[in-house]
């Protein structure tokens, strides 16, 4: 399985940005972020079908993750940035799935990871 993620630059804080992550084949994707000296930390996660969603915390109520099964390719709109968003942001997948609208929201769960897209957030 192989993912492209795409869409990362230099915004300011509260402008949007959105990410693409194009796959193979049509599976429940996870997006995460790191940044220097931390564990990659989940973002949000979106099952197999596009149905069900689920959000990290800091990232809920202004990132928005959707899926176009017809492409392959997993969207994250990110708005309201802010500087705390800067990372190295990847997106995921795995080979099977429990149901077509389970979410996963463990790193320790996906198999395949992307190539990662830098977002910077300048305040």
């Known amino acids: 399985v192989q993912l492209q993620a795409s869409g990362g630059g230099l915004v300011q804080a509260g402008d949007s940005l959105r990410l693409s992550c194009a796959a193979s084949k049509d599976l429940p994707v996870g997006w995460f972020r790191q940044t220097p000296g931390k564990e990659r930390e989940f973002v949000s996660a979106i099952s197999r079908n596009g149905i069900s969603a689920d959000y990290s915390g800091a990232v809920k109520g202004r990132f928005t993750i959707l899926k176009d099964n017809a492409k392959n390719t997993v969207y994250l709109q990110m708005n309201s940035l802010k500087p705390e968003d800067t990372a190295v942001y990847y997106c995921?997948?795995?080979?099977?799935?429990?149901?077509?609208?389970?979410?996963?929201?463990?790193?320790?769960?996906?198999?395949?990871w992307g190539q990662g897209t830098l977002v910077t957030v300048s305040s």
């Open positions: 995921a997948t795995r080979g099977s799935y429990r149901s077509p609208g389970y979410v996963y929201r463990s790193r320790q769960l996906y198999e395949y």
